[in-house]
């Protein structure tokens, strides 16, 4: 049985730009797993819980880059991995694992991903959603009300004090290392259709 070597398409973008809805579409177009970044935040649980609801979670250093560069390469080359499993509500991993199998497609999504050039190397496409700045406010200020119980007033200081400061700083100069730019208010069917259309078809 030959040997599954997935072709791997990043997906980048500041926050609520649209990258998971993205990469949903491309999941079901190519039946492609997604490896998202989130899981990749480093392991706080030696701190205090409020100590680490104040972390910033929108610069670089919050991932394990080590160990995110270490399981992209291996998706790379064809060999399963054990992705940590992040509990977003104790701000620490859960000490579970998923395990992701190689296929045709493997989507790489998140914030920072294509912030390292070590895993810049590793793809085949690389992608990047803009979109306006007041959007991408609307957007995360309707969804941490929501589905995060967070007051209106705790996401604008957020926002203000380390999103929008860190994306400027850290993301928005990624799009420079994109293959393709597509926009955050766009139509599904049609950024999709657009990161297919230089994507290796298999």
Known sequence: MDEVRPYLIAVAGPSCSGKSELSKALQTKLKAPVLGLDSYYREFAHLPLEQRARMNFDEPAS???????????SLGEGRAIEKPVYDFSRHTRSGEVERIEPAGYVIVEGLFAL???????????????????????????????????RT???????????????????????????????????????????????????
């Not at 991932?63 to 390469?73: S, T, Y």
């Not at 293959?179 to 999709?192: A, F």
């Open 63 to 73: 991932l394990d880059q080590n160990l995110l560069i270490a399981q992209v390469r």
């Open 115 to 149: 912030y390292w050039p070590e895993l810049r190397e590793l793809y085949g496409t690389s992608v990047f959603i803009d979109v306006d700045d007041a959007v991408c406010y609307q957007r995360r200020l309707e969804r941490d009300v929501r589905e995060r119980a």
């Open 152 to 202: 209106p007033e705790s996401v604008n200081v957020q926002y203000n004090t380390m999103v929008r400061p860190m994306a400027e700083r850290y993301i928005l100069p990624t799009r420079a290392w994109a293959d393709v730019v597509v926009s955050g208010v766009e139509p599904l069917e049609r950024t999709s259709a657009a990161v297919l259309a230089i994507a290796r078809i298999k």
